[in-house]
C-alpha cells in the first residue's frame, strides 16, 4: 500500500519555467489537498478536491493550477514559476467525514531562482 | 483571524520529562475534528492523535495525550516521559464539518528534547 506518492523530491526552476508536481494516492480517497509550506507559516491550503472533476481555491492559489481527472491523481501546475514559491510542497488526502486525518506525501522541495 | 493559533514558537524540555504543547482554535462548526502532527528533520508529516468535538475523554496514543477542553477551544498535546526522538515541529490542525472539511493548520512548535 503506496499512500501518497508525489514526484519529484525536489527541483530546481528558473524565473518563467512551468512545471508539475505529480500527486497521487491508492487508498480510494475522495478528499484530496495540495499545502505550502514556508518558515513559520504552517502549511497553507493552495487547492483542494472533494472528488473527480472538483476542485476550489484554498488561502493561497494565486500561480497554481489544479484538476482531477480520476480519484487517484491530483496534480499541482505552476504556470510561471517565481522566487515567492520556493517552498516545500505538500499533497495530502483524505475520506470526505472530519473524524479522519488527511495522509502525506513526503513532500517536494522547490527552489525557483 | 486565525483558526488555530500555536502561541509557542520553540520548547525546550529535558529527556524523560513531561512536556505541553499549546493550542487553540477557533470556529463556529459544533462538530470538527482536531488533529496533531509531527514533522521531524526528515520533513515528513506523520499523524499523532486525533479527537472528535463530540468526545467526552480526551485522546491517548501511547505516550501521547491530548488535554481537550471544549469550552475553553484550546487542545493541548501533552508528550509524557520524552525522548531524544521526540524533537520536532509539532502542529496542530483541524478539520471542520461544514464547508469542504479540509485541514487547517497552526504555525507550529518547535520541540528541542535535550538528554
Known amino acids: 500500500n503506496a499512500g501518497v506518492t508525489q514526484t519529484p523530491k525536489f527541483q530546481v526552476l528558473k524565473t518563467g519555467q512551468s512545471m508539475t508536481l505529480q500527486c497521487a494516492q491508492d487508498m480510494n480517497h475522495e478528499y484530496m489537498s495540495w499545502y505550502r509550506q514556508d518558515p513559520g507559516m504552517g502549511l497553507r491550503l493552495i487547492h483542494y478536491?472533494?472528488?473527480?472533476?472538483?476542485?476550489d481555491q484554498g488561502e493561497v492559489p494565486n500561480g497554481y493550477n489544479v484538476s482531477r481527472s480520476t480519484t487517484e491523481d491530483f496534480p499541482l501546475r505552476l504556470l510561471s514559476a517565481a522566487p515567492s514559491q520556493t517552498s516545500v510542497y505538500f499533497c495530502?488526502?483524505?475520506?470526505?467525514?472530519?473524524?479522519?486525518?488527511?495522509?502525506f506525501g513526503s513532500g517536494t522541495r522547490l527552489t525557483v531562482v | 483571524a486565525q483558526k488555530i493559533t500555536q502561541t509557542q514558537p520553540g520548547m525546550f524540555v529535558q529527556e524523560k520529562e513531561a512536556v505541553t504543547l499549546d493550542c487553540t482554535y477557533d470556529t463556529s462548526d459544533q462538530s470538527y475534528g482536531l488533529f496533531w502532527y509531527k514533522q521531524p528533520s526528515s520533513g515528513e508529516m506523520i499523524f499523532l492523535i486525533y479527537?472528535?468535538?463530540?468526545?467526552?475523554q480526551n485522546a491517548t496514543e501511547g505516550r501521547y495525550s491530548l488535554n481537550f477542553q471544549k469550552a475553553r477551544k484550546s487542545a493541548n498535546l501533552v508528550i509524557s516521559a520524552s525522548q531524544l526522538g521526540d524533537s520536532a515541529m509539532y502542529f496542530c490542525a483541524m478539520r471542520e464539518v461544514s464547508g469542504y472539511s479540509t485541514l487547517t493548520f497552526g504555525k507550529g512548535t518547535m520541540l528541542l528534547v535535550s538528554p
Open positions: 478536491s472533494v472528488g473527480a472533476g472538483i476542485t
Open positions: 479527537q472528535g468535538s463530540y468526545d467526552e
Open positions: 495530502a488526502s483524505s475520506y470526505g467525514q472530519a473524524v479522519y486525518g488527511y495522509t
